[in-house]
């Protein structure tokens, strides 16, 4: 009672969030496996230079051109950092652009100012903005002369590109400047990052030397040479080993420490026109198992042949090949998702493949299991997965769909913290609104179960280029299924549904449930109403009779619902047509806990013919004595029981059918129904009058249907706990 409730997302009372629906889902189409694991994709985002003066809504399909790279300005690498805030990009326009990741909600409040389009028409409906970026570039480097082929970032944010201009050029996110330029002979084709010391890069250029170039000295600090061009270059995990793909399809194996020669593989297939090996696009070595920073180590590596090779480092050989995607004259690579494994790749057939490494579900092994979009209208040059580090800031920016897939915490705070934090708000009026639980907040956001779903591993994200520029942002909906559900619910009715007693005679009228019960008021409303009532006092009597000092709060549904509830049930023969019963359970202070009308008025009788009751009449009033009651012994009408309402009718027709003697179950003796209250409202758990299960000791009852030996459903009490029917 001394709490009052500041987070409005409570995902364990099924509250959603308004958000418009997203965008028409992208069709997605699966090889080889029963059930996609990338359904539901849609268009979130689509990244354009500062310099693109023409807004391209989300959704639009631009018209194909036609046309070189030269004037069609393809992208040819994008990189995210390895904290997972930064993506570049780089290709045709010889610039390299990084775009932020929304990170803070003050960060997505000022995108979503920023992105108003004061020309978009609302023709195709109003759409669910879940961005990814912020939409104006964070950074914009110059300098490269020719056409960027490769980034590499380093794990402080250093960032490396190299070009056909000759040159690697490196840079930091915090500097607008080139920081250093390391000159070639030739095209510079690929670069990376040594993994565990940001003083070193490893370069592979078409000349055909590996240098491993040293950043402080500015200067070569080994150098091996190769017996052809080299288009692709990488490092292990662990930085000890070098590893550097040709032209013609040669694996070479270096040891870091002087680029000492170890071994090499040739990738090419056994037979057909692709025996002959073909150029490598791209090397990537990752930990196996996903995520984990020990065990094997696997090598993901592409071809000009239409072809992913997945190989195993310690012995060198073939594991998996994928296929399936296009790739016979372009510079595109696929690459790991960091969490799960899945292989992506662009294609020169415009889509975007998705690759399971996960055991294949047929019985031939060359049936790997894929899945493909429609990904751009022009060649799919690259496509890669966001990291994990990129989906966790993202849940920590109010972003639409993960905050519904993973709602933030609830903080209760106490009345004095809440009347501090008002007082600071009128302070400072002029500024946004601030959170005072953000403390709170912040340490049960820090619990290994709230990080757990917070990796949303079925809340993808993809981004892919293509060759005329376009870079697209695509998610996958993991809201997907508490949507539907929100849209099935009356959105506003939260509590009632988790309150409401089912089967029970308190929620049907006429054979049908309530509707009256289910509020229309908003579920945030509600909550705040509630919470105003609560500390107003209005729920201290409920129809002029005192409360216990320690009886539980009234819960929203329960205040907006008399006490007194009037059924009307249609021509029930145990209660008759036209009687009116009134019963009053009193606990042992002599308090009324459930006061019950049933009126049985005929709807053409007037009811004030028929005098209303005294308070000593409903008191001592006995439903086992009325005529009404007694007239049908079995009081059953409709798959209804009424006789549950009284023990002592309950008892009594036991004892005259001569199935059960009083001496059999004296724990009948003296009983007073307790069906027509939830057990879990009792104000005091001792009160002699109250029913117990016989076999778990619970007061706890609910009216379940059950198989009779009629075959028909009859509806009986049965223990809330253990399920046993009661007597």
């Not at 297939?269 to 984990?292: D, E, L, M, V, Y």
């Not at 009532?533 to 002029?544: E, L, R, T, Y």
């Not at 013919?609 to 004595?625: E, V």
Request: hydrophobic share 30%; glycine share 6%; aromatic share 8%.
């Amino acid at each position: 009672m001394d709490a009052q409730l500041f987070s409005h997302a409570v995902d364990n009372l099924g509250f959603s969030p308004r958000h418009p629906q997203p965008p028409v889902y992208i069709k997605v189409r699966a090889r080889y496996k029963k059930e996609k694991e990338f359904n539901r994709v849609f268009l979130a985002q689509e990244l354009r230079s500062s310099a693109d003066k023409k807004f391209v809504p989300v959704g639009a399909n631009p018209v194909p051109q036609s046309g070189t790279a030269g004037n069609q300005n393809p992208i040819w690498a994008t990189e995210f950092s390895k904290d997972g805030k930064y993506l570049a990009a780089g290709g045709q326009d010889r610039i390299v652009r990084v775009w932020a990741v929304i990170s803070t909600p003050e960060e997505r409040r000022v995108h979503e100012k920023d992105e108003k389009d004061p020309t978009a028409s609302g023709d195709g409906g109003v759409h669910l903005s879940a961005p990814v970026f912020q939409q104006k570039v964070y950074r914009e480097y110059h300098g490269h002369t020719g056409t960027i082929l490769d980034l590499s970032w380093s794990k402080n944010n250093f960032l490396l590109s190299s070009s056909m201009d000759k040159t690697v050029r490196l840079w930091h996110i915090s500097r607008s400047e080139n920081l250093c330029t390391f000159k070639h002979s030739d095209f510079v084709p690929s670069i990376q990052f040594h993994p565990r010391d940001d003083r070193f890069f490893l370069a592979g250029s078409l000349d055909t030397k590996l240098r491993l170039w040293s950043i402080p000295d500015k200067s070569v600090a080994y150098w091996n040479q190769l017996p052809d061009m080299i288009t692709a270059v990488s490092f292990t995990p662990d930085g000890k080993t070098c590893i550097a793909g040709t032209l013609g399809g040669l694996c070479m194996f270096y040891d870091t420490e002087g680029l000492k020669y170890q071994t090499q593989i040739h990738v090419k297939s056994t037979r057909g026109q692709n025996a002959k090996g073909s150029k490598i696009t791209g090397i990537q070595a990752a930990n196996w198992p996903p995520g984990t920073n020990s065990g094997e180590v696997k090598l993901l590596i592409s071809s000009n042949d239409s072809r992913v090779r997945l190989y195993n480092f310690r012995d060198k050989s073939l594991e998996i090949k994928f296929k399936g995607h296009e790739n016979n004259c372009s510079q595109i690579r696929a690459s790991f998702a960091d969490d799960t494994g899945h292989i992506i790749c662009g294609s020169e057939d415009r889509k975007a493949y998705i690759w399971s490494t996960c055991p294949p579900e047929g019985e031939k092994r060359n049936q790997r299991p894929v899945e493909m979009f429609d990904a751009h209208n022009s060649i799919a040059t690259c496509a890669v997965f966001a990291p994990l580090k990129t989906r966790q800031l993202l849940s920590n920016s109010e972003d639409p769909i993960y905050d519904l897939c993973n709602p933030p915490p609830v903080t209760l705070i106490s009345r004095a913290e809440s009347n501090s934090s008002k007082e600071r708000t009128e302070a400072r009026s002029a500024m946004p609104t601030p959170i005072p639980t953000e403390s709170a907040f912040r340490r049960v956001a820090e619990s290994p179960a709230y990080i757990a779903r917070s990796a949303h591993t079925d809340g993808n994200i993809i981004i892919t280029a293509d060759f005329t520029g376009a870079l697209k942002v695509f998610r996958q909906d993991c809201a997907f299924a508490k949507r539907i559900r929100s849209e099935a619910w009356d959105t506003s009715s939260v509590f009632s549904k988790k309150l409401s007693r089912p089967s029970s005679i308190l929620s049907r009228t006429n054979g049908h449930r309530r509707r009256d019960s289910t509020s229309t008021q908003p579920p945030n409303d509600r909550i705040m109403s509630w919470r105003q009532d609560i500390s107003h006092g209005s729920f201290d009597s409920v129809n002029g009779l005192p409360r216990r000092s320690h009886a539980r709060s009234t819960s929203p549904r329960k205040s907006r619902m008399s006490i007194s509830s009037s059924i009307r049930p249609n021509d029930s023969p145990a209660l008759g047509p036209s009687s009116t019963i009134e019963m009053t359970n009193t606990g042992q202070s002599g308090t009324p806990k459930t006061s019950v009308s049933i009126d049985r008025t005929p709807a053409d009788s007037s009811r004030a013919s028929t005098p209303p009751r005294t308070a000593s009449q409903i008191s001592n009033f006995d439903p086992a004595k009325s005529a009404d009651v007694n007239r049908n012994p079995l009081s059953v009408h409709n798959g209804q029981s009424w006789a549950f309402w009284s023990n002592n009718t309950l008892r009594e027709q036991i004892t005259e059918k001569g199935k059960l003697s009083p001496s059999d179950r004296p724990d009948l003796v003296g009983r007073v129904s307790t069906v027509s209250k939830l057990s879990s409202e009792e104000t005091d758990g001792s009160d002699e009058g109250d029913m117990k299960c016989r076999k778990c000791g619970s007061e706890e009852f609910k009216v379940r249907a059950v198989r009779g030996a009629t075959g028909r459903d009859e509806r009986r009490l049965v223990c809330g706990k253990c399920g046993t029917p009661a007597a």
